[in-house]
């Protein structure tokens, strides 16, 4: 297995302070600041209770907006959608609550062509996909947000006709993301429950979502994520037959497949081919019990992928520590034709990587540890992609869900 790597010292990363905003079941938002290299002094900012119990989180850096998407899980039969505004340095004001379908788990923005802001949200245990206005009709620059918070614009339920392949898993339908197309015109949603990849169009006259043919995948796969990769040469709607692949992990049977997206010249809805599958273990034995969680793509041609309750041994820096326990993340190279190839697995720090992300530029990846109850920041070789060792952590934060960078 890949041993933790000793941070160089001609590393270069961050130059300046940024806020990093963690969410947690213990029903909290918390703000870190995490200091320049070499020292990478992570701190605690502020603690606010979030009144949502959140799942997700989605930030807008430049209006310095932070919404908080709470499942409402336990006894609550809706969800939440909380408004925060942040300060420079990540303190956090509340501005408004909605209430929402029950189980929120995933948040994006998205806009049509007349100036319209929007959060599209799913809903795990609601079984739906909600969307929101979040800036005044008249306002066509995207600055001058809804005075009372976010307006509900659309409802869209699911209903499944028969349990899947696993019937405690897939009683139901259970949409897990919302992702934005390359083109921004369409919007995918995997949904773990009922064995299909969703996809809707945007109406760019009032940002209203239509629905496409779903397309099905594996049974008992249990689609969670998933990420687009576009070639470099696509710009904006110029998206050709063959630039977007699309990634998807699956929680249920622990695997990775690509899919060629291909767009009709009439802008009618994109079909998507498979092309690949694998474990997201690549080689190596799928631990009992394991369940991927989270994918992002890192550069041009880097995949990483999060897996929990898969703890393994990993070496340590120095020969004369004890191996370390963690959790892996899964690394892969993926390639233009949609093929793709397993490099390795690395320590993701602790235990249930339920949520990371990596920094802008690349060579720093937060990782929200649901068990461990920390986050921990990983150095990552920016340009061989390698992971090295943790440079900083903070723990006591809950159950972690998510963790986002304020850039």
């Not at 079941?25 to 959140?54: M, R």
């Not at 998205?110 to 609601?126: P, T, V």
């Not at 690395?346 to 068990?371: K, Y």
Request: hydrophobic fraction near 35%.
């Amino acid at each position: 297995m890949k041993a933790f790597k000793s941070t160089s010292s001609g590393a270069t990363s961050s130059t300046v302070a940024t806020n990093l905003y963690i969410s947690s079941y213990g029903n909290t938002i918390t703000t870190l600041a995490l200091g320049q290299a070499p020292s990478y002094k992570l701190e605690v900012t502020s603690t606010i209770d979030s009144a949502c119990n959140p799942g997700w989180l989605v930030v807008d850096s430049e209006t310095r907006n932070l919404y908080c998407i709470g499942e409402g899980l336990g006894t609550s039969t809706e969800g939440a959608l909380s408004t925060f505004i942040a300060s420079s340095d990540g303190r956090l004001i509340r501005t408004s609550h909605s209430a929402t379908p029950l189980g929120g788990c995933s948040g994006v923005f998205f806009r049509n062509e007349r100036g319209g802001l929007f959060l599209a949200i799913a809903h795990y245990q609601g079984s739906a996909l909600s969307t929101w206005r979040l800036n005044h009709p008249s306002d066509t620059n995207e600055k001058q947000h809804q005075p009372n918070g976010p307006v509900l614009w659309q409802t869209i339920d699911f209903v499944l006709a028969s349990p899947g392949l696993n019937p405690i898993r897939q009683e139901m339908c259970h949409p897990h993301q919302v992702i934005l197309d390359p083109t921004g015109k369409f919007i995918i949603c995997p949904d773990l429950g009922a064995d299909v990849i969703r996809t809707f169009a945007i109406n760019q006259s009032n940002g209203m979502l239509e629905e496409c043919p779903a397309f099905a995948v594996a049974p008992g796969a249990g689609p969670r994520h998933a990420i687009f990769v576009s070639s470099p040469t696509t710009q904006g709607a110029a998206v050709t037959a063959r630039s977007v692949l699309l990634y998807v992990v699956f929680e249920l049977t622990n695997t990775i497949t690509s899919y060629k997206a291909t767009y009709p010249p009439n802008g009618s809805c994109p079909s998507f081919k498979a092309i690949e599958t694998s474990s997201t273990f690549g080689d190596n034995p799928i631990p009992v019990g394991a369940a991927v969680a989270e994918i992002s793509l890192v550069g041009d041609d880097l995949i990483i992928i999060s897996n929990r309750n898969s703890p393994l041994s990993f070496s340590a820096s120095s020969s004369d520590l004890s191996p370390v326990k963690s959790d892996p993340l899964s690394i892969f190279r993926v390639y233009p034709d949609g093929t793709f190839k397993f490099l390795e697995l690395a320590p993701a720090g602790g235990s249930f990587p339920r949520h990371f992300s990596v920094n802008q530029a690349g060579d720093l990846i937060a990782v929200g540890l649901q068990m461990s109850g920390k986050v921990v920041i990983l150095e990552r070789d920016a340009e061989n992609g390698q992971i090295l060792e943790p440079v900083a952590e903070v723990d006591g934060l809950g159950e972690v869900t998510c963790v986002v960078w304020d850039e």
